[in-house]
C-alpha cells in the first residue's frame, strides 16, 4: 500500500470565513495534480456551520469522511464577514473537532493567522493566551496546524502534541516587489521595530541592499502606545520598503514613516503579511497616502479583502498566497518534504 493511500483522499473543509480562500486552494491544488499527472484525489468536503440566535456555533459536516486526510481552512480575522475573532476561533474549533469525531486519519488546521499571537509571554498577572490556543486546538483534535509568518516562532513549544509549521510570505512578496518596482542600491529595507529585524534583514539580503531599524520605545501601560523612536540606518534621499508581519491600527507605522520623511526619505512603500487594518487603520494610511508620507502598502490575502477595498484603495496591493498552502498541503498528502524552499 503506498503513503498516499495510507493518508487517505484529501478533503479541504472550509469554514465560513476561509471560504474565499479555500476556493484559491481548491484552484491550486487543481493545477499542481495536472502539472504532477496524478490523480486528482482531494474534494471540498460538504459541510455546514451553524450560527444559534445566543451566539454558539457549531460545525455539521454532511458526508462520510472516515479516513479522510482533511485539512479545515479558516480566516480568524475577516473583514468580509460581520464575525468576531472568538467566533471564527470557535467555528475553527467546532470544524476540527467535527472531522474528528467522524474519524478523519488526520486533521489539520490551515489558519494563515494564528491568533492571540501577540500574546505569547507575560508581563504581569495576565493569559498567555497563545499557549491556550495551541492546547483548544489540540484538544479539538487537530494533529497539525499550518500557519504563516507567525507573530513569535517560541509558540511552536506550546503544542504538545500537534505538530506547527510556520510558511512564510517572503518569497511571494519579493516577487511582487520586483515585478512592481525597481530597486537599486538606494533602497533600503527598514525593520519597524527591533522584533522585524530578522525579516528586514533577510530581504535585503536576498534582493542586495541596505537596511535599517526604527528602535521605538514604547509606553505598555496603554497600547500601542510609542513614547519616543529612534533610526538606526541611513535613509537620506533613500527609496523606502517597511516591512513588518502586520498592520493593525496603523498608528505606529504612521508615526515610524513620519520619522523617516523627517530624516530625509524620498519614497516609502510598505509591505506586510496582514494588512488587518484594524479601527481606524484605513482612514490615516488613506490620509498618508494622501499627505505624500506613503507611497503605498502591501499585504497578502492571508487577509483576504476583497475586490471592492483594492477597488476603492488605489494605494493597497495585494499578493496571492494561497498557492504556498496549496503546494503544501499537497505534499503532506503525499508524503514529500515541505522544508525545502517552503518553510
Given at each position: 500500500?503506498?503513503?498516499?493511500?495510507?493518508r487517505?483522499?484529501?478533503?479541504?473543509?472550509?469554514?465560513?470565513?476561509?471560504?474565499?480562500?479555500?476556493?484559491?486552494?481548491?484552484?491550486?491544488?487543481?493545477?499542481?495534480?495536472?502539472?504532477?499527472?496524478?490523480?486528482?484525489?482531494?474534494?471540498?468536503?460538504?459541510?455546514?456551520?451553524?450560527?444559534?440566535?445566543?451566539?454558539?456555533?457549531?460545525?455539521?459536516?454532511?458526508?462520510?469522511?472516515?479516513?479522510?486526510?482533511?485539512?479545515?481552512?479558516?480566516?480568524?480575522d475577516?473583514?468580509?464577514?460581520?464575525?468576531?475573532?472568538?467566533?471564527?476561533?470557535?467555528?475553527?474549533?467546532?470544524?476540527?473537532?467535527?472531522?474528528?469525531?467522524?474519524?478523519?486519519?488526520?486533521?489539520?488546521?490551515?489558519?494563515?493567522?494564528?491568533?492571540?499571537?501577540?500574546?505569547?509571554?507575560?508581563?504581569?498577572?495576565?493569559?498567555?493566551?497563545?499557549?491556550?490556543?495551541?492546547?483548544?486546538?489540540?484538544?479539538?483534535?487537530?494533529?497539525?496546524?499550518?500557519?504563516?509568518?507567525?507573530?513569535?516562532?517560541?509558540?511552536a513549544?506550546?503544542?504538545?502534541?500537534?505538530?506547527?509549521?510556520?510558511?512564510?510570505?517572503?518569497?511571494?512578496?519579493?516577487?511582487?516587489?520586483?515585478?512592481?518596482?525597481?530597486?537599486?542600491?538606494?533602497?533600503?529595507?527598514?525593520?519597524?521595530?527591533?522584533?522585524?529585524?530578522?525579516?528586514?534583514?533577510?530581504?535585503?539580503?536576498?534582493?542586495?541592499?541596505?537596511?535599517?531599524?526604527v528602535?521605538?520605545?514604547?509606553?505598555?501601560?496603554?497600547?500601542?502606545?510609542?513614547?519616543?523612536?529612534?533610526?538606526?540606518?541611513?535613509?537620506?534621499?533613500?527609496?523606502?520598503?517597511?516591512?513588518?508581519?502586520?498592520?493593525?491600527?496603523?498608528?505606529?507605522?504612521?508615526?515610524?514613516?513620519?520619522?523617516?520623511?523627517?530624516?530625509?526619505?524620498?519614497?516609502?512603500?510598505?509591505?506586510?503579511?496582514?494588512?488587518f487594518?484594524?479601527?481606524?487603520?484605513?482612514?490615516?494610511?488613506?490620509?498618508?497616502?494622501?499627505?505624500?508620507?506613503?507611497?503605498?502598502?502591501?499585504?497578502t490575502?492571508?487577509?483576504?479583502?476583497?475586490?471592492?477595498?483594492?477597488?476603492?484603495?488605489?494605494?493597497?496591493?495585494?499578493?496571492?498566497?494561497?498557492?504556498?498552502?496549496?503546494?503544501?498541503?499537497?505534499r503532506?498528502?503525499?508524503?514529500?518534504?515541505?522544508?525545502?524552499?517552503?518553510?
Amino acid at each position: 500500500m503506498s503513503y498516499v493511500e495510507d493518508r487517505g483522499f484529501l478533503g479541504i473543509l472550509s469554514c465560513n470565513s476561509g471560504h474565499a480562500f479555500s476556493e484559491l486552494v481548491i484552484n491550486n491544488l487543481s493545477s499542481l495534480y495536472r502539472k504532477s499527472g496524478r490523480d486528482a484525489r482531494f474534494r471540498m468536503i460538504d459541510s455546514s456551520e451553524v450560527h444559534f440566535a445566543n451566539g454558539e456555533i457549531k460545525t455539521v459536516i454532511n458526508e462520510p469522511i472516515r479516513g479522510a486526510d482533511i485539512y479545515v481552512i479558516q480566516l480568524i480575522d475577516d473583514p468580509l464577514s460581520d464575525t468576531t475573532v472568538n467566533d471564527n476561533l470557535m467555528a475553527l474549533g467546532t470544524a476540527i473537532n467535527a472531522a474528528y469525531n467522524s474519524d478523519a486519519n488526520s486533521v489539520t488546521a490551515v489558519i494563515p493567522q494564528f491568533p492571540n499571537s501577540r500574546q505569547e509571554r507575560r508581563k504581569g498577572r495576565e493569559s498567555l493566551t497563545a499557549c491556550l490556543v495551541a492546547s483548544f486546538l489540540e484538544m479539538c483534535g487537530a494533529n497539525r496546524v499550518l500557519t504563516m509568518d507567525i507573530h513569535a516562532e517560541a509558540i511552536a513549544g506550546f503544542f504538545k502534541k500537534a505538530k506547527m509549521d510556520n510558511l512564510h510570505a517572503s518569497s511571494a512578496i519579493i516577487d511582487h516587489l520586483k515585478k512592481s518596482r525597481t530597486l537599486t542600491y538606494e533602497t533600503v529595507f527598514v525593520a519597524p521595530d527591533v522584533g522585524s529585524a530578522e525579516t528586514a534583514r533577510f530581504y535585503s539580503r536576498e534582493l542586495q541592499t541596505d537596511m535599517a531599524i526604527v528602535i521605538k520605545e514604547r509606553d505598555y501601560s496603554k497600547p500601542s502606545t510609542v513614547i519616543e523612536t529612534r533610526l538606526v540606518g541611513t535613509v537620506a534621499g533613500r527609496d523606502i520598503i517597511i516591512i513588518d508581519d502586520m498592520i493593525a491600527t496603523g498608528g505606529t507605522l504612521i508615526a515610524a514613516c513620519s520619522k523617516l520623511k523627517e530624516l530625509g526619505a524620498r519614497r516609502i512603500d510598505v509591505a506586510v503579511t496582514f494588512p488587518f487594518f484594524n479601527s481606524e487603520a484605513v482612514n490615516r494610511i488613506d490620509a498618508a497616502v494622501k499627505a505624500g508620507v506613503i507611497n503605498s502598502v502591501t499585504g497578502t490575502n492571508a487577509v483576504f479583502r476583497g475586490d471592492i477595498f483594492k477597488g476603492k484603495y488605489s494605494w493597497y496591493h495585494e499578493v496571492d498566497v494561497s498557492s504556498l498552502f496549496a503546494e503544501v498541503i499537497y505534499r503532506i498528502n503525499h508524503m514529500e518534504s515541505i522544508s525545502e524552499n517552503l518553510l
